[in-house]
């Protein structure tokens, strides 16, 4: 079921008196239900919002008063263009500064019909809009009250009560009467009362299909999309999973890390054991296995670990030559290399660093011209 609460906005001028007792009309499925100018309203608009109904909506009737509404015509235009044109000629025609005002054109259905312009101003707007959130109230709509009051018969003008206020509509415009000036607009035409029943059925046609919303340009609600309960339980669900696994992977990767090391370890000490050496752990043997391939000259401290290195530095560099090479039982190769530049020299030794070992180096000026270093190359990287 459909349930419209139609709620009149207070003239700007009244807002200030919190006595003020707002028309309103609650509407279900095309029916007025009920009705009255107290605080009855609120009653009505929460009732529907009880039962969980997707179509609620409440629409504010903005008085005559702050929104006249004039309607224009463009016979030649099509719809679009007369809505443009009706909002240019509607500016050109008001008083005041531009920028304050607030013009909203309706478009027409078809080519030919008239085009509705209201004009009321951005302070109207505010002081409404701001109204209504102090009662935690969000239209769907506000719609010019004069908007909703048919054209009148050739030569008459209708006058209409719409949430206790007087509106004279006149074939181009709608505006709140004055009693003074009414005769005057109206010169030779007729003033006749709207029936009363007539005027319902308009009014509710045009809270069903407002033919103008204020709620447009920068006053245009911005978009709230709805959040499914459901399916935010399943996103905290998701994150929460989310967040486990991805403190288990790395909780898991370092207990493999642990378990493969261990099992690295027990593998190293079981071959050092075949080996012939006993030790408490990987370290302990490995340094072990390295102390007695020193003492036998094997190993990464011998002869053949560095030496290779140091002809390979050497194949990458042409022109050095080795002039004396030496080793000790601690892994340490002395060299002395000649070049016939520093830069030659250098290359090797940048060489035998980028391999991982460290070196010692004292340059000095050979007998024959050429660049010469003593180089002390460690045989363990």
């Known amino acids: 079921m459909a349930h419209v609460l139609i709620l009149w906005l207070p003239p700007v001028a009244a807002l200030g ?4 007792r707002p028309a309103w009309l609650r509407v279900d499925d095309g029916v007025i239900v009920d009705s009255g100018q107290d605080d009855g309203w609120v009653d009505a608009w929460e009732k ?3 039962k969980g109904a997707d179509d609620d909506r409440l629409v504010a009737l903005a008085p005559a008063a702050d929104v006249p509404v004039r309607w224009r015509f463009y016979p030649d235009a099509a719809p679009a263009q007369a809505a443009a044109a009706a909002r240019i000629d509607t500016l050109k025609d008001s008083l005041g500064d531009a920028a304050a005002l607030h013009i909203v054109a309706g478009q027409p259905a078809e080519a030919g019909q008239a085009v509705p312009v209201a004009v009321t101003t951005h302070a109207a707007m505010t002081a409404w809009t701001e ?3 102090a009662r935690g109230l969000t239209p769907a709509a506000i719609v010019p009250a004069a908007v909703a009051v048919p054209p009148p018969e050739p030569d008459t003008l209708w006058t209409a009560e719409l949430g206790g206020e007087q509106i004279v509509r006149t074939i181009d415009r709608a505006y709140a009467s004055d009693p003074d000036l009414d005769p005057l ?3 030779a035409h007729d003033i006749a009362p709207l029936d009363p029943d007539r ?3 308009a009014l509710l046609l045009s809270v069903a299909t407002p033919p103008l919303d204020l709620l447009t340009g920068g006053w245009k609600p911005k978009r709230k999309w709805p959040v499914d309960p459901a399916l935010l339980r399943h996103a905290k669900r998701l994150f929460i999973a989310l967040v486990a696994i991805s403190l288990a992977v790395p909780i898991i990767h370092a207990i493999r890390l642990a378990s493969d090391t261990g099992r690295a ?11 012939g050496v006993t030790a408490a752990d990987a370290s302990a043997a490995e340094a072990e296995l390295d102390r007695r391939l020193a003492a036998a000259g094997g190993g990464p401290l011998a002869f053949s670990v560095p030496a290779s290195a140091l002809y390979d530095a050497m194949d990458d560099t042409p022109g050095v030559t080795l002039k004396t090479l030496s080793h000790r039982t601690d892994g340490t190769l002395t060299t002395t290399i000649a ?8 290359k090797v030794l940048l060489a035998l660093q980028a391999r991982g070992y460290r070196i010692t180096a004292q340059p000095m000026a050979g007998s024959d011209g050429l660049q010469m270093a003593n180089v002390t190359i460690r045989a363990v990287p």
Do not use: F, H
């Open 339 to 346: 070049a016939p530049r520093v830069d030659d020299v250098n």
């Open 17 to 20: 008196d919190e006595n003020i």
């Open 199 to 201: 005027m319902r059925e």
């Open 185 to 187: 607009i109206a010169g």
């Open 48 to 50: 529907p919002q009880d």
């Open 265 to 275: 370890e027990d593998a190293t000490v079981a071959m050092a054991k075949k080996a």
């Open 131 to 133: 109204w209504l959130g």
